[in-house]
Nanobody, 127 residues
Framework: QVRLAESGGGSVQVGGSLKLSCVVS????????MGWFRQGPGKERQGVGC????????FYADSVHGRFTISRDNTNNTLYLQMDSLKPEDSGMYSC????????????????????WGQGTQVTVSS
């Protein structure tokens, strides 16, 4: 059973940075295509970015491209989301997710593509 546990959220001012972590247990982070999602108050969960399991390729939503970076540490079995130049609209509950192992060759920002989810970590950006 794959389990995901996020951490690193918090409150930060506009322009600040945060680095989120997602520890994977029951599976190897480098084998799964994984994504980061966020859900703001009263909003649908939306994809922020993803990384494919079979290689280093990453993809980002237009709203965060150039400000957010996804990486993973196979030694610690952890996925990261580095968030820079944060804006108030970046606030929300951030969750990591993993696709089925068979789909490690691609990733997408569509939440329905992911079957394993963490509980989330809250990010609040204030002006």
């Amino acid at each position: 059973q794959v389990r995901l546990a996020e951490s690193g959220g918090g409150s930060v001012q506009v322009g600040g940075s945060l680095k989120l972590s997602c520890v994977v247990s029951g599976g190897i982070v480098g084998r799964y295509s994984m994504g980061w999602f966020r859900q703001g108050p009263g909003k649908e969960r939306q994809g922020v970015g993803c990384i494919i399991g079979s290689g280093p390729n990453t993809f980002y939503a237009d709203s965060v491209h150039g400000r957010f970076t996804i990486s993973r540490d196979n030694t610690n079995n952890t996925l990261y989301l580095q968030m820079d130049s944060l804006k108030p609209e970046d606030s929300g509950m951030y969750s990591c997710a993993a696709r089925r192992l068979a789909y490690s060759g691609s990733c997408a920002l569509e939440k329905y593509d992911y079957i394993h989810w963490g509980q989330g970590t809250q990010v609040t950006v204030s002006s």
